[in-house]
Every structure is written in C-alpha cells, then in structure tokens.
C-alpha cells in the first residue's frame, strides 16, 4: 500500500513573499539574495500570484524592459494555482505535472502558509516526478498510460508495465480490483 503524505509534511512554511506594486528588479534582488525561483504575491495578507523567474525572462528581459520600471502585478500569474495542506503529495505532484508548474503555493483559509516545489518531492519520492513529468510529456489521459516502470503503490512489487487505476499506479495483478 502507498504511503500517503500530506503536503504539510514536506512544505517549506516560511515561503518569501512580495507585494503587486513591488517593482521586478526589487523581486529578482529578493530570489538572488534568498536563493529561490518565485515569490507568491500577496494582498493584504492574501495571495493573489505568483511571480517566477521564467515570469522574469519571458515577460521582462526578452520584451526588452526596464525591471526597474515593471511592477510584479505587470507579469505576475494570477489567480494562483495553489493546494490544500491536507491534500496528498501524489495529487499536488499530478496538479504540478497537469498545470506545468515547478512551485505550488500551500494555502489554507485563503492564507499562504507553505510553499511545495518539485525539489521537495523529488527529496521524499524520486520516482513520482519522473513519472507525472513522462505522463505530462506524453500527454496520455491516466487511462492510456502504459509501460511505467517501478513499484506497484497496492502491492508494492516492482512491474515494468505500471498503469494508472483509480489514482493509483498499479500492476496488472492489483488494477481493477
């Protein structure tokens, strides 16, 4: 059986944060000096976005602007795509891979209390990054996926021939029943 861990078990809780009017070149001092790729933006203690570094490249530098002069509400992504803390790891790991998304803001009563990234996961379960990065990749329904090699989360025996069934990745032994 597959263990199931609640995202609250592996976020960071102290994520770094910004305002909307804050100006691109204050938030890329902040991810510099904190050694971090986003910030979430708040709103009167709200989390209203999120502000990447791929935000930063695509929208700022290779538009040719100023940093100084755009303001994070100018390129943020909003509405934020976030999680409950309760949810498991293995769904917010599938909403990362559907959403194409490295970072998952934790949110609970509407305030942000942690932050999930693919580095978090990847430190708890190696293999389920690979595997929700190849489902996404291939772009296969969970119905279609076939050939996914590793351990059976009903049995825990190692297959070669892993499929989704019922939110599970399972061998042909344990699907269906």
């Known amino acids: 059986m597959r263990a199931r861990v609640p995202v609250v078990e592996i976020m960071t809780s102290t994520p770094i944060t910004t305002t909307a009017d804050a100006t691109i070149a204050a938030a890329a001092k902040v991810m510099r000096e904190m050694d971090i790729g986003s910030l979430v933006v708040l709103d009167s203690d ?5 502000v990447t570094e791929r935000d930063i490249v695509t929208k700022v530098a290779a538009a040719d602007q100023k940093p100084s002069q755009v303001h994070v509400k100018d390129i943020m992504t909003s509405p934020l795509v976030a999680v409950n803390p309760h949810e498991e790891v293995v769904e917010a790991a599938k909403l990362m891979s559907q959403r194409k998304i490295r970072r998952l803001p934790v949110v609970q009563d509407g305030k942000l209390i942690g932050m999930v990234t ?11 990054i ?3 990065r190849e489902y996404a990749r291939a772009g296969l329904d969970s119905q279609f996926a076939k050939g996914i090699e590793g351990h059976c989360e009903v049995c825990g025996m190692y297959s070669t021939s892993l499929m989704w069934d019922r939110n599970l990745l399972a061998c042909a032994e344990c699907r269906g029943g």
């Not at 709200?46 to 999120?50: D, E, S, V, Y």
């Not at 693919?118 to 389920?128: A, F, K, Q, S, V």
């Open 130 to 132: 690979e595997v929700t």
């Open 46 to 50: 709200r989390p209203t976005g999120i």
């Open 118 to 128: 693919e580095n978090d996961i990847l430190r708890i379960w190696p293999t389920l």
